[in-house]
């Protein structure tokens, strides 16, 4: 039993050494954003209807991975220059030192909830994780390449999946700290806890019914997702394997489109309410393109706010410019690592460098198209229609364990929201919407089940899609028909936290009280395939972390000019 709680603290401590620096690097952030536009230093206690130190870690991963991808620019990430960077982020937080200590017992215990609870149960998985099949494949040479050297012009012709370089990767190559590569997986939690916290701060602090229910709503969610078609998922979040950042984007998703939508229900919008709103949709994107139909809910936003003339033109353009430096930066390296704007999308790739192979990028965007098992090639083949891929999607022979993995999950979608639904009638006042507000959330989840449709509707980037539309209900509902203990939500909660990671986490961190987490810096076996000093994996096609290893076809040079590494494939 000593062991055990050596382990979990041990753990726990060095979890929060990555919490506290995000949390004060978001807090830095938010400060100078405030010095900058409201010439006001005081944080607000509350940030998007939610406490506001809550959102601090995300803001603080908005931050510093925005920061490593100017720095990447110049020099490479695992210099010790990075250290005084670093150091830096969090010098704002100077001006302002006044931190409340508060000993009232409502507020300690949601302190132990948010600080200890939260963060101890998604700890347990540590005890049970690994690698995702992509982090060997691209993700963890891309961010040691990150670590080695500054920005490569022609990136993408070192392994295509490097142009697809996430701001991820940025904020992962830092955090190489220790030979298992842990805080990867620290990084994934930093948002669930986010998650959490948030959720457990609606449930029972705040004082926004149609928050407080959506999060009940999802509760409930959550919980139904243990059960069902072969064995459940039904789209709800999950502890994913290290090196992927589909459930960061999934939760970013869902929790900044139901900010987005809560702000319709109020006649103004806050400055630095705002300011956070476009860092988050900006951030989302970096984090994987994908999300970019965010954009659709944050154009409604923008039209909102000029039609109510909360901010007037001037300062709505001023109020960007954050989102503006940091968007110009983020397309920049986009352009000179693969020769595009937005990758792989190749409408956006003309340009006239000589390291750019013509006709690369619309191989990569059928390629992803396909393996995404999306109707886009469906649509663009006259001889294909709708009924083809739903077929092909649901009911095929080729990947049958595919395709009865999807069937599962959206069946299982489908009958978890029929028993919120019931739930919801049973327990919670009916709330009429009015056709003006309702359009709005209507719209976004129809332009975005159809962009995943054509773009990607497989379970795992369809999460935050799904997790949204639940969240959603919480403004067709008012207070409780009757009263419910808190207990009673006290419980649910916790089943839910509690059922997050697998059974075999806990099962390993009783016996093993270890990290499972191996270092992929060993034991792993290459073969050359070119005088140019390349190598291949002798078996598979993960190169796990070897710079001199790819399975691109082709010779791949790499000449130095000036400054900067370039790098060609014949």
């Known amino acids: 039993m000593i062991d055990l709680i050596i382990f979990s603290l041990t753990n726990l401590l060095k979890y929060f050494i990555l919490y506290i620096y995000l949390y004060f690097s978001g807090r830095s952030l938010l400060i100078a954003t405030l010095k900058l536009f409201t010439q006001n230093l005081q944080l607000p206690k509350t940030l998007l209807e939610t406490k506001?130190?809550?959102?601090?870690?995300?803001?603080?991963?908005?931050?510093?991975?925005?920061?490593?991808?100017?720095?990447?620019?110049?020099?490479?990430?695992?210099?010790?220059?990075?250290?005084?960077?670093?150091?830096?982020?969090?010098?704002?937080?100077?001006?302002?030192?006044?931190?409340?200590?508060?000993?009232?017992?409502?507020?300690?215990?949601?302190?132990?909830?948010?600080?200890?609870?939260?963060?101890?149960?998604?700890?347990v998985s540590a005890s049970d994780i690994n690698f995702h099949y992509d982090a060997a494949y691209y993700h963890l040479n891309n961010q040691n390449w990150l670590r080695e050297s500054n920005l490569v012009i022609g990136f993408v012709n070192i392994f295509w999946p490097f142009g697809m370089s996430s701001i991820y990767e940025y904020l992962s190559s830092i955090l190489w700290i220790e030979g298992s590569l842990v805080y990867l997986h620290y990084l994934s939690l930093i948002f669930i806890h986010f998650f959490y916290s948030f959720i457990y701060f609606h449930l029972f602090t705040s004082k926004k019914t149609a928050l407080r229910n959506a999060s009940l709503f999802l509760i409930l969610f959550s919980i139904l997702d243990n059960f069902g078609l072969q064995g459940g998922r039904n789209g709800f979040l999950y502890i994913q394997e290290v090196g992927k950042q589909d459930i960061p984007v999934a939760i970013l998703l869902s929790v900044t489109s139901l900010l987005i939508i809560y702000q319709f229900k109020k006649d103004s919008v806050q400055v630095l309410d705002f300011i956070c709103i476009t860092l988050l949709a900006m951030f989302i994107i970096q984090l994987k393109v994908s999300g970019v139909y965010i954009l659709y809910?944050?154009?409604?936003?923008?039209?909102?706010?000029?039609?109510?003339?909360?901010?007037?033109?001037?300062?709505?353009?001023?109020?960007?410019?954050?989102?503006a430096i940091f968007t110009f930066i983020w397309i920049i390296k986009n352009y000179l690592t693969t020769g595009c704007l937005v990758f792989p999308l190749s409408l956006t790739c003309k340009n006239n460098f000589d390291w750019y192979v013509s006709g690369s990028t619309e191989k990569i965007e059928e390629y992803t198209t396909a393996t995404s098992f999306a109707y886009m090639e469906y649509f663009l083949d006259p001889e294909l229609s709708l009924i083809n891929w739903f077929q092909e999607f649901f009911f095929s022979e080729t990947y049958s364990v595919f395709s009865n993995y999807y069937k599962s999950v959206y069946l299982n979608f489908f009958i978890s929201l029929l028993l919120v639904l019931i739930l919801k009638i049973i327990f919670l006042k009916n709330k009429s919407i009015k056709n003006k507000f309702f359009i709005?959330?209507?719209?976004?989840?129809?332009?975005?089940?159809?962009?995943?449709?054509?773009?990607?509707?497989?379970?795992?980037?369809?999460?935050?899609?799904?997790?949204?539309?639940?969240?959603?209900?919480?403004?067709?509902?008012?207070?409780?028909?009757?009263?419910?203990?808190?207990?009673v939500i006290y419980v649910l909660f916790l089943i839910s936290l509690g059922l997050l990671p697998r059974l075999n986490s806990y099962i390993n961190f009783i016996e093993t009280k270890n990290i499972s987490l191996a270092d992929p810096r060993t034991n792993i076996k290459y073969t050359d395939i070119s005088n140019l000093d390349w190598v291949k994996p002798e078996n598979g096609d993960r190169c796990w972390i070897d710079l001199r290893c790819s399975v691109e076809e082709g010779d791949i040079i790499i000449k130095k000019k000036g400054y900067f590494y370039f790098a060609f494939k014949e």
């Not at 490593?68 to 982020?89: M, Q, T, V």
């Not at 409340?100 to 409502?106: A, C, D, T």
């Open 52 to 123: 506001s130190n809550i959102f601090y870690p995300v803001m603080g991963a908005v931050f510093v991975g925005n920061l490593l991808i100017l720095i990447n620019f110049f020099i490479p990430l695992n210099s010790k220059l990075i250290l005084i960077f670093l150091f830096g982020a969090l010098l704002p937080n100077l001006f302002e030192l006044d931190f409340e200590i508060n000993l009232n017992k409502k507020i300690l215990l949601n302190n132990i909830f948010y600080y200890i609870l939260i963060p101890t149960v998604l700890l």
């Open 297 to 323: 809910l944050y154009i409604f936003l923008i039209y909102f706010i000029v039609r109510k003339n909360v901010f007037n033109i001037k300062n709505l353009l001023i109020y960007h410019l954050p989102v």
């Open 440 to 487: 709005i959330p209507f719209s976004y989840l129809l332009v975005s089940a159809t962009y995943l449709i054509f773009f990607g509707p497989i379970p795992r980037y369809t999460i935050g899609f799904l997790c949204t539309f639940i969240l959603f209900l919480g403004f067709t509902a008012k207070e409780f028909r009757f009263p419910i203990s808190k207990v």
